[in-house]
């Protein structure tokens, strides 16, 4: 088993496999990441095929801080005042490439953009410092599956697949980064994730924008089925039905068997932390259906929801569908 304690000593162990070229798995505050050196691009290339990630698809890039997103993209001002309020943190921006810009094109799937993004969490930061290079990490799941929150999720998804996987116990915060784009003064919202929208726009001074949808779709990655378990999911659930595993939240779930509450007393912050852990358990237990009860949209509820949206979306080989019925959620049996 490759899960190792997080610890000095494997941190560096981990930075060498790194600067050999090969793949590990580390905590972040968010999911766990599957890194490589974003200058070689032999090694970007083992993530891509560990995940069965399609090529189209940019990965994000953690850095240290401001400093070394400066020697990869073009840091304007709208971009310095974010990093400066929430780097240390789980937000990712996507900025223009410097034309001497060192990563691998194939971490930015051949777009003239990267995403940077700057952890804070311990373990990750000191894998940064001991490797001293930009790592390239999505969520070290496979392609459209559940991310992982804990190390034994990552070794459910990828077994030995990555060199090492470093032990830092459960995500604090549970979801992935929020993902803007950044072009002048323009903020887009490319994906909802752990750092709530309303503390973004509180920063700016004005309302994010909203990504094109279709051939002009800016974040390719989000035109996909995504954080998908095996079972089916029926949302907006009032009331499970017999067969069905239920995904409550708040304080008037009823009385059910098998049931997880993401959060009992309503909270958002909770319900993110443990969503991809619940989604996974009940998952595991082969019901018809999870039913999953409404979650509120405000704050981490836009990243919640958005997940779930999802989750639930039909896989048809090429792009993704709504189901009609799923999403409306209708209670008949
Ligand atoms: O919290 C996170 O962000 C985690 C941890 C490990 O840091 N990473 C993560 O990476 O979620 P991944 O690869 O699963 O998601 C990256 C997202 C995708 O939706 C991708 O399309 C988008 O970021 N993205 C990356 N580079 C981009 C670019 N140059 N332009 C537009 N979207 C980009
Ligand atoms: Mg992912």
């Known amino acids: 088993m490759a899960i190792v304690a997080a610890t000095p000593d494997s941190i560096a162990r981990a930075a060498e496999a790194l600067a050999r070229g090969e793949v590990v798995a580390f905590p972040t505050e968010t999911v766990y990441g599957l890194g490589a050196n974003a200058l070689d691009v032999a090694a970007v290339a083992k993530v891509f095929a560990a995940k069965a990630r399609p090529r189209f698809n940019p990965l994000i890039v953690?850095?240290?801080?401001?400093?070394?997103?400066?020697?990869?993209?073009?840091?304007?001002?709208?971009?310095?005042?974010?990093?400066?309020?929430?780097?240390?943190?789980?937000?990712?921006?996507?900025l223009p490439r410097r034309t001497d810009c060192a990563i691998a094109d194939l971490v930015s799937a051949g777009l003239d953009t990267v995403a940077l993004r700057a952890p804070s969490n311990a373990v990750a930061r000191a894998l940064l410092q001991a490797a001293k290079m930009p790592i390239a990490a999505p969520s070290a799941n496979r392609s459209q599956r559940v991310s992982p929150t804990t190390a034994t999720h990552v070794a459910a998804e990828l077994g030995d697949l990555p060199a090492m996987i470093l032990d830092g116990g459960p995500c604090a915060l549970g979801l992935e980064s929020t993902v803007l784009g950044v072009a002048g003064d323009k903020v887009t919202l490319l994906r909802p994730g752990a750092l709530p929208r309303e503390e973004i726009e509180n920063v700016l001074g004005h309302s994010l924008a909203t990504p094109k949808t279709g051939a002009e779709?800016?974040?390719?990655?989000?035109?996909?089925?995504h954080y998908a378990p095996d079972t089916p999911l029926r949302l907006d659930a009032t009331s499970p039905h017999k067969g069905e595993a239920l995904l409550a939240f708040g304080p008037d779930a009823p009385e059910f068997?098998?049931?997880?509450n993401l959060s009992p007393r309503g909270d958002l912050g909770e319900a993110a932390a443990n969503f991809f852990a619940a989604l996974r358990e009940l998952d595991a237990l082969g019901a018809?259906?999870?039913?999953?009860?409404?979650?509120?949209?405000?704050?981490?509820?836009?990243?919640?929801?958005?997940?779930?949206?999802?989750?639930?979306?039909?896989?048809?080989?090429?792009?993704?569908?709504m189901p009609e019925a799923v999403v409306s959620g209708t209670d008949a049996p």
């Open 62 to 94: 953690h850095v240290p801080g401001e400093a070394e997103a400066e020697s990869y993209a073009v840091v304007n001002d709208t971009a310095r005042k974010l990093m400066r309020a929430f780097w240390p943190g789980p937000l990712s921006l996507v």
């Open 217 to 225: 779709l800016v974040s390719p990655g989000q035109m996909e089925v």
């Open 257 to 260: 068997s098998p049931m997880i």
């Open 288 to 321: 018809r259906a999870i039913a999953v009860m409404p979650v509120p949209g405000r704050g981490l509820g836009e990243a919640i929801n958005d997940r779930l949206r999802r989750a639930a979306a039909l896989r048809t080989g090429d792009g993704w569908q």
